[in-house]
Nanobody, 115 residues
Framework: QVRLVESGGGLVQPGGSLKLSCEVS????????VGWHRQAPGKERKFVAFIDVNGPTHYADSVKGRFTISRDHAKNTVYLQMNNLKPEDTAVYYC?????????WGQGTQVTVSS
């Protein structure tokens, strides 16, 4: 059973930064992609960013230039560095790992951007 555990969420003021971590129980290069989605209150879960097994990264337009996804294969961990945070970034952030048609999800970590 693949397990993903997120950490690093919290309360931050607008313009601030947070770095989320996602530790994966399996070797991350076994997956096609690893990445992040988020779900704001009352809204559907939406894509944020992913990193391909070969290295390319992809971002939602709403976070381009502010968020950076990276990985540490030695730690089997994926990171999401979030800068210049805005109130509309408030959501539960979920890490995922994908192989072929299967997706594995973490339990989520809350990010709240508020003054």
């Amino acid at each position: 059973q693949v397990r993903l555990v997120e950490s690093g969420g919290g309360l931050v003021q607008p313009g601030g930064s947070l770095k989320l971590s996602c530790e994966v129980s399996e070797y991350i290069f076994d997956f096609n992609t690893v990445g992040w989605h988020r779900q704001a209150p009352g809204k559907e879960r939406k894509f944020v960013a992913f990193i391909d097994v070969n290295g390319p990264t992809h971002y939602a337009d709403s976070v381009k230039g502010r968020f950076t996804i990276s990985r540490d294969h030695a730690k089997n961990t994926v990171y999401l560095q979030m800068n210049n945070l805005k109130p509309e970034d408030t959501a539960v952030y979920y890490c995922y790992a994908n192989i072929t048609a299967r997706y594995y999800w973490g339990q989520g970590t809350q990010v709240t951007v508020s003054s």
